[in-house]
């Protein structure tokens, strides 16, 4: 079971967003995923179709009783038959000062004492932090083995987060606990410069702990959210799914390696080099992804950037067996079909795929 928790102590970055959008897309590729809301604004509830007023219990209970590790199971809801939810109540924002009298190392443990008792039916776990660094978030970072920070293409939002990576490289050094951390880009408007020069920074600054997915800006988000379903459900083809569905296989590609494995395999022939090109005069960033690769993009890529005449060349080298490939191109964070190969196949997630075939 891997543990995620959403954190960023910003708010208004996206963390819920990513949270519920991120675990119906697993869901709907067939992971059993558990949603905790660990927000006493209890937005990952509401976003999901329940009412927190109508919920006898939450993790409230979950958190205070001494038992609450037993209480969890009776806590959980289910959403759909791969998907459930521990709501969240207006009542957490009292959990400090309910267990103030406890020793430090008892209180930031009660999640994972919760978590650790639970009946092996959840793939996932992934946890919806409140916009603070407290007792809650604590409680999240302790239990997680991951952490995903949501982040928006900002220069405070930038400085925001180097701030919480502080903070968690803080509790490894206290509780001997490491955590894998990576940064999501988010509320991005690739039409500005703005935008894509801040998302030219995030990379440079991250390197590796960023995605290589970035979650764009689309009013189909809030729209699902006050539908109170995931954004794949409601609208799939929309660009808020495509990129979502994006991170869902980037996130399941970073699984353990005898997972990660299986990933996009293919037969065990001789491969060939492929060579492919993307020309675009505005581009900053392109990088390529398909079934070759689990659809990281650039993931096993060798990629040369040249100039012809005022337009800018991409030149991608793969190396494949021959077989049919499904791919497309990330182009400053937006997904797109090859403009120069008119061989395509409908998504499952929306939009097109290009057809390579290697011979």
């Known amino acids: 079971m891997r543990v995620i928790a959403i954190v960023n102590q910003k708010g208004g970055c996206g963390k819920t967003t990513t949270t519920v959008n991120l675990a119906g897309c697993l869901a709907a ?3 059993r995923v558990l949603v905790v809301d660990l927000d006493p604004q209890a937005h990952s509830t509401l976003a999901l179709g329940i009412d927190p007023e109508t919920v006898d219990e939450n993790l409230f209970e979950v958190l205070t009783d001494p ?10 809801l289910e959403v759909t038959p791969q ?26 443990e009660r999640l994972t004492t919760a978590l650790a008792q639970l009946p092996d039916r959840f793939d996932y776990v992934l946890i919806d932090c409140p916009p603070s660094v407290g007792l809650l978030t604590f409680n999240a970072l ?4 991951e952490v995903i920070i949501p982040l928006e293409t900002s220069y405070f939002a930038i400085h925001g987060v180097q701030k919480l990576l502080e903070t968690i490289g803080l509790l490894a050094e206290r509780v001997g606990h490491e ?7 988010t509320l991005y408007d690739g039409r500005t410069r703005f935008a894509r020069d801040t998302l030219a920074r995030i990379r440079e600054l991250f390197k590796d702990l960023c995605f290589d997915t970035v979650i764009r800006l689309n009013v189909k988000l809030r729209e699902a959210a006050g539908r109170g379903m995931p954004i794949c459900m409601f609208a799939p083809t929309a660009n808020g799914s495509i990129d979502h569905a994006a ?3 980037e996130v399941a590609a970073s699984a353990p390696a005898e997972r990660a494995a299986t990933l996009g395999a293919v037969p065990a022939e001789p491969p060939r080099e492929v060579v492919v090109r993307y020309r675009d005069p505005a581009a900053s960033d392109v990088r390529i992804a398909g079934d070759f690769n689990g659809w990281v993009p650039d993931k096993g890529v060798r990629s040369l950037i040249e100039s012809d005449g005022e337009t800018r060349v991409w030149t991608k080298i793969l190396r494949l067996p021959p077989g049919t490939y499904q791919y497309r191109y990330v182009v400053d964070g937006e997904w797109r079909d090859d403009p120069e190969n008119p061989e395509r196949e409908p ?13």
């Open 29 to 31: 590729d067939g992971a």
């Open 67 to 76: 038992d609450g590790a037993a209480r969890l199971e009776r806590v959980i």
């Open 83 to 108: 998907l459930a939810l521990a709501p969240s109540s207006i009542v957490l924002s009292a959990l400090e000062q309910r267990l103030a009298g406890e020793r430090i190392e008892t209180r930031t």
């Open 347 to 359: 998504s499952a997630v929306g939009g097109r795929n290009s057809i390579l075939v290697v011979r």
């Open 179 to 185: 955590l894998s951390v990576r940064v999501l880009p």
């Open 142 to 145: 302790r239990a997680a083995g």
């Open 247 to 249: 991170l869902a296989v």
